[in-house]
């Protein structure tokens, strides 16, 4: 007995022994994740690919519902302007009084702009370190012509709205970089040329149907020439609109299509006319307008919104529609084609985006494309860039009939006739430019941006503007106060570097 | 307690020790049998199943009904009787006769064993800071997870129960809250620490995968002998990186020597809320939405164009001359039944001894839809298999089953419109649709494509909300056609190996492991669109035929864990006694889960199944957490004399968490105790019985507020883009993204923790009086918050960072009373607790969190963060005099008298702060004159800042009474029930105290007028409502008889039988103006319980 316990006994300790030589091995706590890291992606092309449509895939955050017609980020690009507006009580992008820097919508837009850019920052910096991983022709030009020109788009939304916003270009990989200051002046949109200017020496000029939708050398053009008009608003700079021109000059192939619709409808998107769009779809399992894009690949938010326009039902939860100012409404001429392809005149009802709108399977959001950049804007700014830049007034109104010539030849010939190519008076022209932008590009979330840059380089005054507001007593609009939205306060608590902008 | 044992029992030294549990020490010898009879000193009466043990001895019995013994021992020999609540007594044999024994109710409890992490000792030896409850008062808690016992029962323990809601978590948190990561203590169940995957997240998908119900809640408090709440480091320290929130060590019952024995406890009750919201009935809510809108309508909007034909008096379908729904009360289950029954057989030899147990345990909710049931059973076997080699083995098997179908809350179902009913006797499911619609055949359906579009679509305008604009879920159809619900099996338990060559040195090794699997089964009916507020397509995803979709989920958590102990007792010089313990760990754990879903044909419930039918069927597997841990410990105690005390422990632990480099870090500590009362200089008195000083110092980790693998930068594959519309394609191909949202922190190192303890033990007045007085000062550094990067970075997941210094101080008291006045002993006791937390350090000095936890330096955690208000105008002049000084940016209002321009009956608030004056500020302390986010202030802490607990109780002849009361102090909370209800803004329904609200008529003070979309911001986030959310409650009110022995014998069968009745949370003492100050959800419930104890 005593034996088998002194055995048992050795046994046992070794058995115990061998435990601890085991719990030894430090290597067991080199865990790691079940998941691809970045040690182990960028690897072949088809990472970059995806890591490069993961850039495009933020755009779905800055246009759908997001959970409720309140919340949706696609307000501040529709509403400031004069050409839309609605009844909605306390609709701050319809009033301003009560536009704060707590505000949710502004705060989101931001930080999913930021988003983009610095996935946009990651590939580039991944497409510079890479050697040899890609073998298709031309295919790494492609993808860092996309991720500048997306960066550019974002810092191009980024000076409009919030023109002091911190200037990112470098990959964050010490906390010593998370509090960069603000700029100033035109310091983003310098960015966003900057970015532009190369990605059109990248970019192709067109894809193949596969890859329909993504960016092509004429979008970077033309963003790169609207970045250079805007700047030259804002600076006052006649150089920025010689090489706006020169810009636009290298679009090439893009029309106008006959009928303006096509560029509001869901089975007329990246037409001969669209530069640059916005891929609404919807996901394959369900268009979850509740959750975004980046939830998962079969759920998760792929739409954009349209029921602010179509005045949805189930979308719009009880909240008033956006509809068209009686401004927009009278800028037309009665016979002017684009009238009820913009609105229904009797109601100000919007049709553009509505009228030939395809909802998800969500039955509220929609996948309708939205045209950030289309070819009668790129026209409309070269008649600006000519006019400004000293050019030939007659160069600068022919422009202008371009864009009237197809709106007239959709209706029965009159209306609107062109403008006579005769007129020299430049503030007349100007005049001419900035209601033609507001008949043609009503509705399209550019006015605001364009009367902006318009006040900052003194050619229209928005001082005390009610913008033909439907809710004029509740107007606040004050001046340079909202000129600025304000920094969204997610960035001014966290960031002791960042000014907020004036008035807030 | 380590006993040394004389040099003639060396022979027959110790073979055999419980060393978690008793520590009573057994020697062998067999002489003549000696017979005697126990009897409690204040009934006279004999006590039954009194444990007898010859000193020394492997030989034990315990006692009969009457308390009679036998017992074989020499007249050299010593018996040691011990039973639970008595002093233990040593009576020398002596000679042959019987030997009566008067045992006296325990009144010190200096002698009682405490189990402390790898071991046991006397309380009177302890030196660090523990709080321990034990089983008697673990029994009279009715919830089915063990935690809530602790609350009020334990100094510096806070407990705040999840509400009625019977899968509800408690929240623990021991000596204020260290961090604002994770905070919730360490538990280790016999020996085995647990892990539960997705601990502490509530939110986002592993808080939802982690499921809603209590995994605690799966070990039956009736198999808990004790639970011990190590509090500060010297203490805690054993348990080194995983205890910087405190351990609290779960004991559950062994067999005990002696012939079997069986009890039986059970128990049933009812339920029920006491309160709901008073809300607005059909009449006044009309009369306040059209008050509402009338103050501010959108332009050229009529309020019925607004708000459509339910809120239109013309119309046909006008809903104001409804009647008046309850939404509260219809979904209140009345009288929700509470069952707990348990049967538990030990008993054991000489050599083995073992314990079973059986449990059964049901619990409705207080709402409908919703209970949870719990079959446990538990095994248990120490065996010493020869002299040096014993063995045990502890399994216990649960099976959980949960459902969770209520859909919603009480402040859900107050805020509903009342005029919209729940039951329809003419909709063929007998419940009252909310949406209407009809479909159409979709021509573009092609189920052989992945995105299949669906069979049908609506048909154009459809569907439509039948009750307006604010119609809400039927929820009482959803409970029909929607069911969800939770399986959990569980098996848990551990086992050792011990030699002990030596006597003093044993060498055990432990295997403990932990398996659980949580199924989530989750079915939801096509037809649910109708009862839907926000109608999806039914038809979406599937080929037109289903009639529903079943999901389930499988999260299944795996736990083992090894070590390795050494641990060497000795006394050697007489006085001088030393304890030492070495050991080795390791522990893996892995939380993984996998996830289908799919069309189910059918409704029948039985024909419920997911069957491969594609694209329409989807899933998902993974693991999401894994951990590896490897620890050494050792710790060194001497004692002198019960005079003086010396503890030292050094934890070295290495988590697979961190990147290289930091994954070891070292956790030392220290305590000293001394008992003054035992120098011969200090007079021996009556009321000074005894007085021990102690103090501790050292340090914890907190391995699990690190996030998985934050060193490295992942990638995630679920953006996506969509491409190749055009030329009739709308939708395009959907191409999956790549994005990296992380911030790779390669520098993080574990949150840590310095604590010291001082503390003094007395026993007083003749052994009647027991107190204890800590003070404690923790300071938690290196916190490691996982912070949300500024915007300007783009990183979208929050980030690990090692930002700040948070100091929790405070102190405890305990107190104890024991007495006997004539036939009655009377027992008192309480604790008290407070809390001083302030944050001392952030990264930068920059505040996080937003206003309902405002994290800020100088500040406790969590403070509440708002506005202030001024006032309400009741004129014009006042509004002018106000306006002459200040404007309200944050309405929109400028210097000038632009902006929103107030009306009397609107809120206005104060100008606390004002704007920065230069870069360097955040805010100025100067106020501006302008209303802006610069002037929220701090309006409440939400940790309390004491709680307490204190129980009576009394017995006599039988008859037992206790009542305990509990409560929290010195802390607020925003009452964000009351914000919504109080709001007026929309449409939702409102609290009768609106009807309290501004009018020329009826100038309040408190409550503005109503206006839609409150332009003048009144519900901003403000101290109108915060309120104090202290509490005072009597938790527990017992009264129970124990049948006479006397009567008993005669049935020869039953041992003791005890049958009492309770009345938990019988009233509760707040200002809290909403349900319950702990949660308005779920709120807590009164309950009236009935039960019987009975062994055999």
Known sequence: ???????????????????????????????????????????????????????????????????????????????????????????????????????????????????????????????????????????????????????????????????????????????????????????????????????????????????????????????LGKSLVFRASANKTAADYTAALAAFAKITGATLVADIDDNFAWNTENNAESLFEFQASQAFGFDNVWLDNDFDNAVGALSIYWGFYSNNGNGQQGRSPYFATTKLLQSYNALDPRLEKTMNPADRTINKYAKRDKLSQSNLASINNYRILRYADVLLLQAEATLQSNGSTATAVGFINQVRTRARAMGAGAEPANFSTAETNRGTIMAWIMDERLRELAGEGQRWFDMRRWHLQGIITLSNASFSSNQASGMAFQVPMHLYFPIPNSEIDVNPNVKQNQGY | ????????????????????????????????????????????????????????????????????????????????????????????????????????????????????????????????????????????????????????????????????????????????????????????????????????????????????????????????????VLKDASAAAIYGVRASNGVILITTKKGKAGRPRVELTSSYGVQNITKTFEVLNTQQYFDLVRQAYAANPDANTSFDQRYGPRYTTSSPLYAGNNPTYDWQRELLNKNAAMHDHSIRLSGGSDATTYYLSAGFSKQESPLKANNMERYSIAANIDSRVSKVISTGLTLRLVQERALVNTQGDLPTMASSIPFQPFYDPNDPTGFAPVSRGSFVRNPSFDPSKIDAGPAFNFAPNDPTLLWGQNSRFNVFALHALNDNRFDLNRVLGSGYVQIEPITGLRLRGTLGGDWYMNLRKSWSENDNWRFSQTPGNPFANQNGQAKGTLGERRGTTY??????????????????????????????????????????????????????????????????????????????????????????????????????????????????????????????????????????????????????????????????????????????????AARLPDFANTTLTWEKLKTINVAMDATLFNNHVTFTAEYYDKTTFDIIQSVALPPNTGIQNNADLNVATVKNTGVEFQLGYNNKIGAVNFNLSGNFTTVKNRVVRLNGGTPLGGEGGRIEEGYPLFYLWGYKVGGIFQNQAEIDAWRSKYNDASIGQNRTGGGYTYRPGDMYFQDVYGNPRDPKERFSNTPDSIINANDRSYLGKSIAGYYYGFNLAANTKGFDISVFFQGVGDIQRYNEVRAGL?????????????????????????????????????????????????????????????????????????????????????????????????TDGVPITRQFVFGINASF
């Open chain 2, 1 to 228: 307690m380590y006993q040394n044992f004389p040099p003639t029992l060396k022979k027959l030294r110790v073979l055999f020790l419980l060393i978690f549990f008793s520590g009573i020490t057994i020697a062998i010898s067999a002489q003549t049998m000696v017979s005697g009879r126990i009897i409690d000193s204040a009934s006279g009466q004999g006590i039954a199943r009194v444990s007898v043990v010859v000193q020394g001895s492997k030989t034990g019995t315990v006692t009969d009904a009457n308390g009679n013994f036998s017992i074989s021992a020499s007249p050299t020999q010593v018996l040691l009787v011990s039973n639970l609540g008595y002093k233990t007594e040593r009576i020398p044999v002596r000679g042959t006769g019987p030997i009566n024994i008067v045992l006296a109710p325990q009144i010190s409890l200096l002698d009682d064993v405490v189990v402390i992490g790898y071991g046991t000792r006397q309380r009177k030896d302890v030196t660090g800071a523990i709080s321990t409850v034990g089983a008697k008062d673990i029994e009279k808690s009715t919830s089915m997870t063990p935690e809530l016992a602790l609350q009020g029962r334990a100094a510096g323990v806070f407990v705040s129960s999840g509400g009625g809601d019977p899968q509800a978590r408690p929240t623990v948190r021991i000596r204020g809250v260290n961090t604002f990561g994770f905070a919730e203590p360490l538990y280790v169940i016999d020996g085995v620490p647990m892990f539960e995957g997705g601990a502490g997240v509530t939110g986002g998908a592993i808080g939802d995968i982690r499921s809603p119900v209590n995994i605690f809640s799966m070990i039956n408090p009736n198999d808990i002998e004790s639970m011990t």
């Open chain 2, 559 to 736: 736990n083992l864990n090894k070590e390795v102990t050494l641990n060497y007792t000795k006394t050697f010089l007489t006085d001088h006694s030393i304890d030492v313990i070495l050991s080795a760990s390791d522990q893996f754990t892995r939380w993984d889960v996998s996830d289908i879903s799919g069309r189910v044909n059918f409704t029948d419930p039985q024909l419920r199944n997911i069957t491969n039918q594609p694209p329409f069927t989807q899933g998902f597997t993974g693991i999401l957490q894994e951990d590896q841990l490897i620890g050494y410990m050792g710790r060194v105690s001497y004692k002198f004399k019960d005079k003086y005390y010396l503890d030292g422990t050094l934890r070295y632990d290495g988590s697979s968490r961190l990147a290289p480099g930091q994954k070891w870090d070292y956790f030392p500590s220290f305590a000293a105790a001394w008992r003054i009362t035992g120098e011969s200089f200090f007079p021996k008195t009556k009321f000074i019985n005894d007085i021990k000083l102690r103090g501790g110092w050292g340090r914890l980790g907190n391995f699990q507020s690190a996030g998985f693998y934050k060193f490295l930068s992942g990638v995630v594959l679920s953006a996506d883009y969509p491409l190749g519309s055009g030329n009739g394609n709308g939708v395009g191909t959907q191409v999956q």
């Open chain 2, 982 to 1078: 109080e709001g007026m803004g929309g449409l939702a329904n409102q609290s009768t105290t609106v009807l309290d609200r501004w009018t020329p008529t009826n100038p309040s003070t408190t409550i503005p007028r109503a206006e839609y979309n409150g332009r003048f911001g009144a519900t901003r986030f403000s101290d109108r409502f915060v309120e104090n959310a202290g509490y005072i409650r009597l938790r527990n009110l017992q009264i129970g008889y124990t049948i006479p022995a006397s009567v008993l014998g005669k049935t020869g069968v039953i041992q003791s039988l005890r049958v009492y009745g309770s009345g938990l949370n019988l009233f509760t003492i707040t200002p809290w103006t909403g349900l319950d100050p702990e």
């Open chain 1, 1 to 223: 007995m005593k034996k088998f316990i002194v055995r048992l006994s050795i046994i046992l300790t070794s058995v115990v022994a061998g435990f601890i030589i085991h719990a030894c091995n430090k290597e067991k706590l080199n865990l790691l994740p079940h998941g691809p890291t970045e040690q182990s992606y960028f690897l072949e092309e088809d990472d970059f690919n995806r890591a490069t449509l993961g850039i495009y895939s933020k755009l779905s955050d800055f246009f759908w519902w997001n959970g409720g017609p309140g919340s949706s980020p696609i307000t501040p690009f529709l509403l400031p302007g004069d050409d839309i507006t609605t009844n909605q009580s306390n609709e701050e992008f319809d009033l301003f009084g009560s536009l704060q820097p707590s505000n949710g919508r502004l705060s989101y837009l931001y930080s999913r702009h930021y988003q983009l850019i610095n996935r946009a920052i990651l590939v580039l910096e991944k497409i510079e370190r890479e050697k040899g991983i890609y073998t298709t022709p031309d295919l790494k030009n492609w993808h860092k012509g996309e991720a500048l020109f997306l960066r550019g788009y974002a810092y191009y939304n980024l000076w409009n709205f919030f023109g002091t916003a911190p200037l990112v270009t470098e990959r964050v990989i010490s906390s010593s970089q998370f509090t960069p200051p603000g700029t100033t002046g035109t310091q983003l949109l310098d960015q966003a040329i900057k970015d532009f200017t190369e990605a059109a020496t990248l970019l192709p000029a067109s894809w193949n149907v596969a890859n329909r939708g993504r960016v092509t050398a004429n979008g970077a053009n033309g963003m």
